[in-house]
């Protein structure tokens, strides 16, 4: 039976310690001038500034550069709301074109282990893929969660790809080949050194 071909960026699993991944993340700021569309579930990088409030803030992430993490929710503050626009309570991507300013929930954790799609087309990944590093690629997302997926060209041992492929991810129907859920690792990681693949 062939891999649903279901995108939804990279999605939180567990730490390498074993333990579940439990909720946390970091509170960023996304500018409203900003151009970039970011969803639930996109990596992000420092955008090299920060809010007149102090919080540091993102931008959406590139394949073959560090990133800071992944989005896990999306908001305006007001009050106590922070991960809800009052304005508009079903927005659950952040418009390139903005007319204020957001702020996400970043797992920015380099201990944390993600799900995420192998993209489709090209030469599917096999067991040879694991341990080595990829590049992730940007895909549109579906107007909720992000369509950004595993690179299945160019995977090596260099340090500066995005992530590591720890291998399948270990439920049924999941298999080596088109649209493969994999387990990764942020190897190009803002908040620690990227390693050689293996």
């Known amino acids: 039976m062939a891999n649903v071909d279901r995108p939804s960026g990279l999605s939180p699993v567990r730490y390498l310690n074993g333990s ?15 151009g970039t569309v970011i969803a639930v579930g996109d990596p992000v990088k420092s955008s090299g500034s920060a809010h007149s409030n102090g919080i540091a803030g993102v931008t959406l992430g590139t394949a073959g550069s560090p990133l800071r993490g992944i989005v896990m929710a999306i908001g305006a503050v007001s009050g106590e709301s922070v991960y809800l626009d009052p304005a508009a309570p079903g927005v659950r991507v952040i418009p390139a ?16 282990i993600f799900e995420a799609q192998e993209v489709s087309g090209g030469t599917a990944l096999t067991a040879a893929a694991v341990g080595l590093n990829a590049d992730l690629v940007a895909g549109t997302n579906n107007g909720y969660v992000s369509g950004w997926e595993v690179n299945n060209v160019g995977e090596a041992v260099t340090a500066t790809l995005n992530v590591r492929l720890l291998g399948l991810a270990q439920w049924p129907g999941n298999a080596f080949g088109e649209h493969a859920k994999w387990l990764v690792l942020i190897n190009d990681h803002e908040l620690r050194v990227g390693s050689l693949g293996l």
């Open 20 to 34: 579940p991944y439990n909720g946390a993340g970091t509170l960023y700021h996304v500018d409203s001038t900003d």
């Open 97 to 112: 074109t903005k007319t204020q300013d957001y702020y996400v929930l970043v797992v920015d954790d380099p201990n944390v």
